[in-house]
């Protein structure tokens, strides 16, 4: 099972894999025949340096090609008024009395220290496609669950979100 990825995040990681290998690339396989052209292989530092940041970006072009590959397509259109992709919103925590905002984004924009909550996380499942002023429950495991409250939902047009490099 791939990621859960919107058209947005297919075409930005199209965009990187055709950057990848159309300037990346060339840049490090010239960096790798300048290197070699030093002499004694053995001893060279620049060539290995240069054969490992080569294979770097091959690693990153197989791993983009193979999540697109493997992804299951999310739309992010959802009402004006319910929580979807894209879409801050502000909870309040209950058992915390305390007040958050987080972004909605796909497993692959999601960095909860930044802001952006993953629909595949349990706050994510939990308020999708709800409105403001539900009170929902968010169930971390058969434990640990709690309640938050919808308080705002706005569209971010902000997409720029990097996708997440490994």
Same mark, same amino acid.
């Given at each position: 099972?791939?990621?859960?990825?919107?058209?947005?995040?297919?075409?930005?990681?199209?965009?990187?894999?055709?950057?990848?290998?159309?300037?990346?690339?060339?840049?490090?396989?010239?960096?790798?025949?300048?290197?070699?052209?030093?002499?004694?292989?053995?001893?060279?530092?620049?060539?290995?340096?240069?054969?490992?940041?080569?294979?770097?970006?091959?690693?990153?072009?197989?791993?983009?090609?193979?999540?697109?590959?493997?992804?299951?397509? @999310? *739309?992010?259109?959802?009402?004006?008024?319910?929580?979807?992709?894209? $879409?801050?919103? /502000?909870?309040?925590?209950? %058992? =915390? +009395?305390?007040?958050?905002?987080?972004?909605?984004?796909?497993?692959?924009?999601?960095?909860?220290?930044?802001?952006?909550?993953?629909?595949?996380?349990?706050?994510?499942?939990?308020?999708?496609?709800?409105?403001?002023?539900?009170?929902?429950? @968010? *169930?971390?495991?058969?434990?640990?669950?709690?309640?938050?409250?919808? $308080?705002?939902? /706005?569209?971010?047009?902000? %997409? =720029? +979100?990097?996708?997440?490099?490994?």
């Amino acid at each position: 099972m791939g990621d859960n990825l919107t058209e947005n995040d297919i075409k930005k990681i199209q965009e990187e894999i055709n950057y990848r290998k159309l300037v990346v690339r060339p840049e490090a396989i010239e960096a790798v025949k300048e290197a070699r052209a030093q002499g004694d292989l053995s001893e060279n530092f620049e060539y290995y340096a240069a054969k490992r940041d080569k294979n770097k970006n091959e690693s990153r072009i197989r791993y983009l090609e193979r999540m697109i590959k493997n992804a299951n397509i @999310v *739309s992010d259109e959802s009402e004006d008024d319910e929580v979807g992709i894209n $879409k801050v919103v /502000e909870l309040y925590f209950e %058992e =915390d +009395d305390e007040t958050e905002r987080f972004k909605i984004t796909t497993s692959v924009r999601g960095n909860s220290l930044g802001g952006n909550i993953s629909i595949e996380s349990p706050i994510g499942k939990a308020v999708m496609g709800h409105k403001v002023g539900d009170r929902v429950l @968010v *169930s971390v495991n058969e434990n640990v669950s709690y309640y938050v409250v919808i $308080k705002s939902i /706005e569209v971010d047009s902000d %997409e =720029d +979100d990097a996708i997440r490099s490994f």
